[in-house]
């Protein structure tokens, strides 16, 4: 089983709708949030970074992280054709001595015009 | 302020050759780190770097290292390429070690930045 896990779509919404992306992960030392979206051919970029359960907005963007379920989720308000791409959710323990990133396996989203 | 800077964008070799990719990372951030992506397995963690001293290494196999150089620039080297071992390499910078702060510190001192990657192709 992996230790992060997110539906890989394809999904794809109409213009102007809210899409919701979502995470489960099963180690609770998982203690850092974060949402990269990568368009293709490029590097994943960071969206939202978050470390506490609860909700963080970012203009359009909403993360969510509710640790006692072990599951994040990405909300996007207004889609827009822009928004077309592969998101990623990743995590990261606090323990010092792990600092590598756990990325899901990202879920493409297509927004239609 | 630059980003951060991988080359070759593409590579194309044959089984049993090996590679070198090289990252220049964002001015000023002393860590970088390596990442595999490929459609089956997709984003997993090679190695990271920090001061020129390996700080963390994935589930790799010997074939895979890395070295970073004084000016925290960082090469990675596959040696006795495998077909397996097509894939989009990333490499990601950031400011600092990972410190375990609380706070919105964390932020500026540990969020990883990517490049644009170098696509291998093993034929």
């Known amino acids: 089983q992996k230790e992060v896990e997110q539906d890989p779509g394809p999904l794809s919404v109409p213009e102007g709708a809210i899409v919701s992306l979502n995470c489960t992960y099963s180690n609770s030392a998982f203690q850092y949030f974060m949402w990269y979206r990568q368009y293709s051919r490029k590097g994943p970029e960071l969206l939202m970074y978050t470390y506490s359960s609860g909700n963080k907005e970012d203009g359009r963007f909403t993360a969510q992280v509710d640790k006692s379920s072990k599951y994040i989720s990405l909300f996007i308000r207004d889609s827009q054709p822009s928004d077309s791409a592969t998101y990623l959710c990743a995590m990261r323990y606090r323990d010092t001595g792990r600092r590598a990133l756990t990325f899901g396996s990202g879920t493409r989203l297509q927004v239609q015009p | 302020k630059a980003g951060v800077t991988q080359t070759p964008r593409y590579l194309i070799k044959t089984r049993g050759q090996q590679v070198t990719l090289s990252c220049s990372p964002i001015?000023?951030?002393?860590?970088v780190s390596w990442y595999q992506q490929t459609p089956g397995q997709g984003l997993q963690f090679l190695f990271e770097y920090f001061s020129e001293t390996q700080r963390n290494k994935g589930n790799f196999p010997g074939r895979f290292s890395g070295r970073q150089f004084s000016n925290s620039r960082s090469e990675m080297n596959v040696s006795t390429l495998e077909l397996g071992d097509s894939a989009l390499y990333l490499c990601?910078?950031?400011?600092?070690?990972?410190?375990?702060?609380?706070?919105?510190?964390?932020?500026?001192?540990?969020?990883?930045?990517f490049g644009a990657g170098t696509r291998l192709s093993v034929l």
């Open positions: 990601a910078s950031s400011s600092g070690p990972w410190l375990g702060l609380a706070g919105e510190e964390i932020r500026a001192k540990n969020i990883q930045y």
């Open positions: 001015s000023g951030h002393r860590s």
